[in-house]
């Protein structure tokens, strides 16, 4: 692939000289190769969408791994074994959930900072997606948990003051990110700013632990109510019968899809991928889970459902489609799949969760989510030159937005399965967190070092009036979102779900900040104000 460095002011002769992947592009009309180019970008975002799946199950593996403790009962005076969870609720959220789904803009980030070695000057595609991201997690994240309970069903936070401390650590990040580009040393970051930006993510998690333990003189006295023993809790409807046996790993319990009130969102990106593998345990095959306490060896097991994933990649149509009268219907789902099938063949080669507690397929997702944002740079990069779009208005919009699904999809599943809104809700407040601490900080740090002992200056920021402009816009927004969420705590006693009117007119509340938030940055960086 020939790529050119430049930024979005580029002259019309050096246009030509870009391609994505045949020189013969460059022959194409401008506006034709960037209706090809954007197509390729959606199809991108398909294909993160679609690696969601594999990635939250093998989280939820990680998550629910325990190790066994033997304690002497003080009744009895014999030993007693108990199996306990590795992980703590509030570091799964912020460390797995929270990072985890923020990859993509992180790797975007990240692989834009490594691009951009050796010049003075930092890339504008990862702080612009990032903060762009940060609103579309704020807002439109927001409003599709409001909704997501079913009528009448609330969801509130458990444990407010974790939350607290999470949202303080989040409006944090954006007030020192405009302290660095504005204030100390405006339009130019240091060394020793993008390593306090990085060190800051470990106060974050050490905070939030100390509040979650409730440590003397670190955490605020606030009491919370019952959390859930699971993370994720598993589906209380058992599969019935053999047809219904696709959905045994869907994130929603069966007696919902029956009633046709729910679509998951899992379901439409990975069609049948399971439906093979009823029969097989859902334990790791290092650790039983918490109902079988001894050891199962599926070492056979585990090559048939690594070789049945293979299967299924290659079945366009499962039998829930099957039963299908509408045949526009099951023609559209037919097409789909076909869409989908590349994807799924390629994510195929992702290891089954059961292996090593999930950790092998979380690694593979998340290489696989690199790779995926490392050509959605080159894409962004293609669209910008040739259509003449600025590059952070893309990086607000389409980036943001597709980037930001995982997130999407991580906060719906923990709105409609868990009995809390907690990890729905600290996956938004600690995904902005992650974007600013590590997304931005850890691209900083790199070039920063590499400007250090290469040229002895620091970085500069190009735009920096712009992405400024956007921090304030956002931190005005953000605002309004979380007294709307405070309002909602005080006189429907929840944040989520409610009665159904009011919930859908939270969602549109929060649908209008974030297009206030795109329509202000992108007029502001294009120049128009």
């Not at 459902?305 to 299967?311: E, S, T």
Request: charged share 15%; net charge negative; aromatic share 14%.
């Amino acid at each position: 692939m020939q790529y050119i460095v430049g930024r979005s002011n580029m002259v019309g002769s050096e246009k030509g000289q870009l391609y994505l992947l045949f020189h013969d592009e460059t022959k194409l009309g401008n506006g034709f190769r960037g209706f090809l180019y954007f197509l390729a970008l959606a199809y991108c975002f398909i294909g993160l969408s679609a690696i969601t799946a594999r990635f939250f199950r093998s989280m939820e593996n990680v998550v629910k791994h325990t190790r066994t403790v033997e304690e002497i009962d003080p009744c009895t005076n014999t030993k007693v074994v108990k199996h306990k969870k590795v992980w703590n609720y509030t570091i799964a959220d912020i460390t797995l959930l929270a990072f985890g789904t923020s990859f993509p803009q992180i790797s975007l980030a990240t692989i834009d900072a490594i691009r951009n070695l050796g010049n003075l000057y930092a890339g504008g595609l990862g702080p612009g997606t990032l903060v762009g991201s940060a609103a579309f997690d704020l807002f439109p994240i927001h409003a599709v948990c409001v909704v997501v309970p079913k009528a009448g069903e609330l969801k509130k936070i458990s444990d407010i003051g974790v939350w607290l401390v999470e949202l303080f650590w989040s409006f944090w990040a954006y007030i020192w990110l405009y302290i660095t580009l504005e204030v100390w040393t405006p339009n130019v970051i240091t060394l020793w700013e993008a390593s306090l930006t990085v060190l800051q993510f470990g106060l974050l998690l050490l905070h939030a632990y100390a509040q979650d333990k409730r440590w003397p003189y670190l955490s605020l006295p606030l009491s919370r109510s019952e959390r859930p023993d699971d993370w994720v809790p598993a589906e209380t409807a058992p599969c019935k019968d053999k047809n219904t046996a696709p959905y045994k790993y869907s994130e929603i319990p069966e007696d919902e899809y029956e009633n046709g009130s729910i679509v998951d969102i899992f379901s439409v990106h990975d069609g049948n991928r399971d439906y093979e593998y009823q029969n097989l345990p859902d334990n790791d095959v290092a650790e039983s889970s918490d109902q079988f306490h001894d050891e199962v060896h599926v070492k056979d097991n585990l090559l048939s459902i690594w070789k049945q994933q293979f299967i299924d990649a290659f079945v366009l149509e499962n039998p829930e489609s099957r039963k299908l009268n509408n045949t526009c219907l099951r023609l559209a789902k037919g097409f789909w799949q076909l869409l989908l099938a590349p994807w799924r063949i390629l994510f195929a080669f992702v290891p089954p969760y059961q292996i090593a507690h999930g950790w092998i397929a979380f690694i593979c997702s998340l290489i696989f989510i690199s790779g995926i944002a490392y050509i959605v740079t080159k894409l962004t990069d293609l669209i910008s030159f040739v259509t003449g779009i600025n590059a952070y208005v893309i990086a607000f919009t389409a980036l943001a937005a597709g980037t930001s699904w995982p997130d999407l999809v991580a906060s719906k599943i923990a709105a409609e399965r868990q009995i809390t809104a907690d990890s729905a809700i600290a996956n938004v407040t600690c995904s902005n967190s992650v974007n600013i601490y590590i997304g931005i900080g850890v691209p900083w740090l790199i070039d920063t070092l590499y400007n250090f002992f290469a040229y002895n200056k620091p970085l500069k920021i190009e735009n920096a009036a712009g992405l400024s402009f956007s921090l304030l816009v956002f931190f005005a927004t953000s605002v309004g979102c979380i007294g709307v969420l405070v309002f909602r705590r005080l006189t429907l006693g929840a944040e989520l779900g409610g009665p159904r009117i009011w919930a859908w007119v939270t969602c549109v509340y929060f649908i209008l900040l974030w297009l206030i938030f795109v329509v202000l940055s992108s007029l502001r960086v294009s120049g128009f104000i």
